[in-house]
C-alpha cells in the first residue's frame, strides 16, 4: 500500500487491509473510501493532498470525525485522517501559547493543559476534534468569559490545495487568518494551530433541573437573566429528551461558573435556582478538563439529525413560546438552547469569517432514531421549522445535518461568503477541499 503515495511515512488502509472498517467510518457517518491516508508529518500532509488533487478522487478530511454531514469519510475518494499529528506543546510559557497538531481532540488538549493551570475557551466534548471545532467557531463551557475557540486563536500552519505549507496570523497571510477563523475546510488542512490559552482554575458545574410543566415559564426568564449575568456564566437549557420522559422530561439547565470562588458562584447561579420549582441541583466545583464529556457513538442503524439557528434579543420570547410548545409534542425532537453574548458579541461581526456575533441565543433540535423513525418524523419537523423561520437567522456550520446551499447561506451571510470565495479562489481554485460547507471558489 506504501506505493500508493510514494515516500509516505504514516499509514495507509485500504478496502483489503486489517482495520478498514473501523478506518472508512466517522463517528456517526459510515464510507467506503478508496484509501485512508494517516499522514506522520506535514510532508506527508503535502503529499496526500497532492495525491488527492493529481488522481481526481474527492478528499475528506478528517479530524475527531464528529460532523454531523460526514465530512470525514466518503464514498470512492481519499480520506486524509489527521490523528498521528496530536501533539499539545506550551510553546510559550508567558503568554500561554499552545501549539496543537491538527488531529488533536479537545480531551487531550485540556488533559495537556490541566497540569499547566491552563485552559482554552472549547466545545463541551473530549472527542470533538480541534481542527472541526475551531475552524467553524467553537462554542463552549467558556464562551461567554472567553469567547470562541477561534477566538483565541493567534496563528495557523496550513497546507494548501497545491501542497504548500503557509503560515498565517494577524500579521502574516492577514486574509487567509481571516478567512480560517469561521471558513471551516474550505481553505486547505490546518496541521497546527497556535491558541493563547488562559489560567483557568476548578470551575462549578453541573445541572439545575425543573419540572416539565414549567417549561413555558422558566425558560424566557432564563434568557432574560443570561443576558445580564456575569459573563463568567455559561448556561444551556435542555428538554423534550426522549431518554429522559420525552414531552415529559424535565428542563435541565446546564451551568458553567468560571471561578471557584463559592459566593460568587452561589450568586452567578442562585437566580437561576429562583427560577421554578428545583427537582435535582448537581452544581459542584469541577475540574475544568472534567467538564468534558465523552461523545455520544450512537449504535448501529441509529441517525442524529441535527438543525440551529441563531436568536436575535428581539425574537427570543416568540422563539422560545415556540420550542416549548414543541417540546410538549409526543416524537418532538430534543431541543437545546445556548446562552452567548459576553466576549462572543465583544468582537467586531466582520473580524472573522465566523458571522453571528450579535446573536442572544443558539438553539438545537436533534431527532435520534433509525431510518423509519427520522422519515416519519419528518414533517413535524419541517413544520416546526416553518413555524420559526420569520424569528430566526442563520446557522452554526458545527450543530448541521446538511450541507446543502441553503445551510451554506444560513452559515454565511453574503458578505462573508463573498469575501470567503475571494481567499479561496487564492489557495484552492480547483475546489479541491470541497467535502465541508462548501465556499465554491467561482
Do not use: C
Amino acid at each position: 500500500m506504501s506505493a500508493v503515495v510514494e515516500g509516505f511515512a504514516g499509514e495507509i488502509v485500504g478496502p483489503e487491509d486489517e482495520g478498514y472498517d473501523a478506518a472508512s467510518r466517522t463517528v456517526l457517518v459510515g464510507g467506503t473510501p478508496a484509501y485512508v491516508l494517516r499522514p506522520a508529518n506535514v510532508e506527508d500532509v503535502r503529499k496526500a493532498v497532492r495525491y488527492a488533487a493529481d488522481s481526481g478522487l474527492p478528499l475528506a478530511v478528517r479530524g475527531g470525525g464528529h460532523a454531523f454531514p460526514g465530512f470525514g469519510t466518503n464514498d470512492g475518494g481519499v480520506v486524509i485522517d489527521l490523528g498521528l499529528l496530536a501533539g499539545v506543546e506550551l510553546v510559550d510559557k508567558e503568554r500561554h501559547v499552545v501549539r496543537i497538531g491538527g488531529g488533536a481532540t479537545w480531551g487531550q488538549v485540556a488533559a495537556a493543559l490541566a497540569p499547566h493551570g491552563l485552559a482554552i475557551s472549547s466545545g463541551d466534548t473530549k472527542s470533538v476534534g480541534v481542527g472541526g471545532l475551531t475552524l467553524s467557531g467553537g462554542i463552549g463551557w467558556k464562551v461567554r468569559k472567553y469567547g470562541l475557540a477561534l477566538d483565541s486563536l493567534v496563528a495557523v500552519e496550513l497546507v494548501t490545495a497545491a501542497g504548500d505549507v503557509v503560515r498565517a496570523s494577524a500579521d502574516e497571510n492577514p486574509e487567509l487568518f481571516w478567512a480560517v477563523r469561521g471558513g471551516g475546510g474550505n481553505l486547505g488542512i490546518v496541521t497546527a494551530f497556535d491558541f493563547a490559552a488562559h489560567p483557568t482554575t476548578d470551575i462549578f458545574f453541573g445541572k439545575v433541573s425543573f419540572p416539565a410543566a414549567e417549561i413555558a415559564d422558566v425558560l424566557p426568564r432564563w434568557a432574560e437573566y443570561l443576558r445580564t449575568a456575569p459573563v463568567e456564566l455559561t448556561s444551556i437549557a435542555s428538554f423534550a429528551n426522549p431518554f429522559l420522559g420525552g414531552p415529559d422530561a424535565p428542563l435541565e439547565i446546564q451551568v458553567a461558573y468560571d471561578g471557584d470562588d463559592a459566593d460568587l458562584a452561589a450568586q452567578a447561579i442562585d437566580p437561576i435556582r429562583a427560577l421554578g420549582t428545583v427537582i435535582a441541583d448537581e452544581v459542584a466545583l469541577t475540574p475544568y478538563a472534567e467538564v468534558l464529556v465523552d461523545g455520544m457513538v450512537p449504535p448501529p442503524g441509529i441517525r442524529l439529525v441535527t438543525r440551529n439557528a441563531f436568536v436575535d434579543k428581539d425574537s427570543v420570547p416568540d422563539v422560545l413560546r415556540i420550542l416549548a410548545e414543541a417540546g410538549r409534542a409526543q416524537g418532538a425532537p430534543v431541543i437545546a438552547v445556548r446562552s452567548l453574548g459576553g466576549a462572543v458579541a465583544q468582537v467586531a461581526d466582520d473580524a472573522t469569517a465566523y458571522a453571528h456575533r450579535q446573536a442572544d441565543l443558539m438553539f438545537i433540535t436533534t431527532t435520534i432514531g433509525p431510518p423509519p423513525v427520522i422519515e416519519a418524523t419528518r414533517p413535524a419537523r419541517q413544520q416546526l421549522w416553518d413555524r420559526l423561520s420569520p424569528h430566526v437567522d442563520g446557522a452554526y456550520a458545527n450543530f448541521l445535518s446538511d450541507a446543502g446551499d441553503a445551510d451554506v447561506a444560513a452559515v454565511y451571510p453574503a458578505a462573508t461568503y463573498e469575501r470567503l470565495a475571494a481567499v479561496k479562489r487564492e489557495y484552492d481554485p480547483e475546489n479541491v477541499f470541497a467535502g465541508n460547507h462548501n465556499v465554491r471558489p467561482s
